[in-house]
C-alpha cells in the first residue's frame, strides 16, 4: 500500500459531485502533483485528502492507516501538513511567533530544533524572524507558510498553488526548497497552476478533469506525452 492512498474520492461541497471516482497516492518521499485546467477539482482533490470535504464515496489511508473519518486537526496528528492558498499566516505576528504556532500541538522538547532547520531550509525566513509576516514580500509569505507547516514535523506536506503570485525566480526557488524536503523523507503533494514547471520536479503527476483522473504518470512522461503537451501545457 502507498502511504497517502487516497481512492475513489467522490463528494462535492453540496448537492452535486466535484470529485468523481478520483484517486491520489504518494510514497514516501515522493513528490505528486496534481495539474489541470481551472475548475478540474485540484484544490477540491487536495481538501478531500486533508479532511475538509464530506466524501460520499472513497477512503483515504496514511501509513496504512484509515483517517476517512477523521478531522483535518486529527489528521495533522496522523501526520498530515497542509498549506492552503490564501489566509496561510499569521500577518500581525512575527515570522518566529508563525512558526512557534506551527508547533503549537506537540508536546515534545524539540520545538528549537526543527525552527532552526526551517531556518537553515530558508534564509530569508531566520533574517526576517523578528519582522510581522504580513509585512513580507509574497514569496517570503509563502515560505512562512511552508516553515509553518513543517514545524508539525508532518510526514505528508500539502501544498495548495504555493507559487501563485510570485515570480518565476521565488518559484524556482521555492521549488528547489520543496525538493529539499522531499530528500528528507517527507512526502509532497501540491496543486500547482505553474503545470509545466511543477511537473519537471514532479516523481509523480496527475491531470484532472472536471473532477475526474485524465492522466496519470511520471512527471517526465506526462511532459513528453503529445496529447498532455497540447491540451494542459500549451503545446
Known amino acids: 500500500m502507498s502511504f497517502l492512498s487516497a481512492t475513489h474520492m467522490t463528494g462535492g461541497y453540496g448537492g452535486a459531485d466535484i470529485l468523481h471516482d478520483c484517486s491520489i497516492t504518494v510514497e514516501r518521499g515522493e513528490i505528486a502533483v496534481i495539474v489541470g485546467p481551472n475548475g478540474a477539482g485540484k484544490s477540491t482533490a487536495m481538501k478531500a485528502v486533508f479532511g475538509m470535504l464530506n466524501l460520499r464515496k ?11 473519518a477523521l478531522s483535518p486537526q486529527e ?10 492558498q490564501t489566509h496561510n499566516i499569521f500577518p500581525t505576528m512575527s515570522v518566529e511567533e508563525n512558526l512557534e504556532m506551527g508547533a503549537f500541538t506537540r508536546t515534545d522538547a524539540e520545538i528549537a530544533e ?27 509569505r509563502q515560505q512562512v507558510a511552508v516553515g509553518r507547516a513543517l514545524m508539525t514535523r508532518p510526514k505528508l ?4 498553488e504555493p507559487t501563485a503570485g510570485v515570480s518565476p525566480i521565488v518559484m524556482g526557488e ?18 500547482e497552476q505553474n ?38 501545457l500549451g503545446g
Not at 157 to 160: G, K, N, Q, S, Y
Not at 175 to 189: C, H, K, P, Q, T
Not at 199 to 222: F, H, P, S
Open 75 to 84: 489528521r495533522v496528528h496522523k501526520g498530515m501538513g497542509f498549506v492552503p
Open 58 to 68: 472513497g477512503t483515504v489511508t496514511i501509513d496504512g492507516d484509515d483517517i476517512t
Open 157 to 160: 506536506l500539502m501544498l495548495d
Open 195 to 232: 503545470a509545466r514547471q511543477a511537473l519537471e520536479i514532479a516523481d509523480k503527476g496527475y491531470v484532472l478533469v472536471q473532477g475526474r483522473n485524465a492522466y496519470t504518470d511520471t512527471g517526465q512522461a506526462l511532459l513528453d506525452d503529445p496529447d498532455v503537451r497540447r491540451t494542459f
Open 174 to 191: 521555492l521549488f528547489d526548497r520543496i525538493i529539499e524536503v522531499a530528500r528528507s523523507g517527507i512526502s509532497i503533494l501540491m496543486v
Open 114 to 140: 526543527t525552527m532552526e532547520q526551517v531556518y537553515e531550509l530558508f534564509p530569508a525566513v531566520r533574517e526576517k524572524r523578528h519582522q510581522n509576516a504580513g509585512e513580507l514580500s509574497g514569496g517570503q
